[in-house]
């Protein structure tokens, strides 16, 4: 791997801004990254792992210089897809401006920049607001239907931003939301941000997924007409991916839906997620995620598609009526 090629690149990148443009920069590491991808493809773990500490040292320097970046190579919330990374990436892609160049360097805010203008940071606010459109299609199905009580269920919910601005696209007359996260901070950041749901409630409830959906005598979730769990599953196996939608299942009512997302090999940004920041995912083929609803009841239809970008995977999982 010509790491040298990319570090000069990284080196001479302002003034190929200034000579040439954003997109020019963006085209030119975008075909970088492309020649390494195909590369690793050849690799044996012994010497993936020999390549990416070559990376690390030579590359990582220069990627701290972006805020982002740094964010994501130091971890501080335990691993890389923490709700603050979510954020990071939200701002960067709909508020633009400072949010989008975060550096303490030109170079650094450019790194930034192009990095959310890849294929991984579009498909996360792809996914936000496939979810959002989502929870309001589900709405409008159990308003149709005139059933009083609209519930639903977020599951590793990070800071729900999906629901920040709830009160702009939902009718939330007797909406009932269920937030689960592990990490505290999400929860604290997400109550902060939904604030008051007029006529409708919010539990917020810190645990860890995996001893939620083995407590057998679990109480504090009722039955819900929409469950998502958006993201968490990339960092489970296939097999515990299972157990937690077959542990969530019995909490979807009749007619109601259960949507898990996870990310596919294929991403087209995985080789800058897995040596620029030490991002690792459990990916899962189109098959592997059908098996994640296998040994499920009462399934009336389910179906997994893909994102306009590559990268996130939707389990639609229907139960049946009856």
């Known amino acids: 791997m010509n790491i040298e090629k990319l570090k000069l690149f990284l080196t001479d990148i302002t003034d190929i801004l200034v000579a040439d443009g954003e997109k020019q920069c963006y085209d030119m590491l975008s075909g970088i990254l492309e020649e390494f991808a195909e590369e690793r493809e050849t690799y044996s773990a012994e010497k993936d792992k020999e390549e990416y500490l070559k990376f690390k040292k030579e590359i990582h320097p220069i990627l701290l210089e972006s805020k982002f970046s740094k964010y994501i190579i130091h971890k501080p919330g335990g691993y890389a897809g923490d709700f603050v990374s979510q954020e990071l990436i939200w701002f960067g892609r709909t508020l633009k401006g400072e949010y989008k160049y975060c550096g303490v360097t030109e170079r650094g805010k450019l790194i930034s920049s192009l990095t959310f203008d890849m294929e991984a940071c579009k498909a996360y606010e792809e996914r936000i607001k496939i ?20 519930k639903i269920a977020s599951i590793g919910c990070g800071s729900a931003i999906e629901l920040w601005d709830l009160q702009d ?22 109550k902060q941000k939904l604030g008051q749901v007029k006529n409708g409630n919010v539990c917020f409830h810190n645990e860890n997924i995996l001893k939620f959906i083995l407590n057998q005598d679990n109480t504090i979730l009722s039955p819900r007409d929409l469950i ?24 979807v009512k009749p007619g109601g839906l259960l949507v898990v997302t996870n990310a596919h090999p294929k ?47 939707y389990l639609k999982i229907r139960k049946s009526s009856n």
């Not at 696209?169 to 997400?190: G, N, V």
């Open 131 to 150: 979810i959002r459109d989502l929870i309001q299609n589900e709405g409008n199905e159990i308003a149709s239907n005139k059933i009083a009580s609209y």
């Open 169 to 190: 696209w939902i009718d939330e007359e007797d909406i009932d939301i269920f937030l689960l996260d592990q990490d505290d901070r999400a929860l604290k950041r997400a």
């Open 228 to 251: 998502y769990v958006a993201g968490m599953t990339d960092y489970f196996s296939t097999e515990n991916s299972s157990r937690i939608a077959k542990g969530l299942w019995k909490f």
């Open 267 to 313: 991403t087209p940004t995985r080789f800058w997620m897995e040596y620029g920041g030490d991002w690792i995912l459990k990916y899962k083929t189109e098959g592997e995620m059908y098996r994640v609803s296998e040994g499920l009841s009462s399934i009336e239809d389910v179906k997994v598609r893909i994102d306009s970008q590559g990268v996130h995977q």
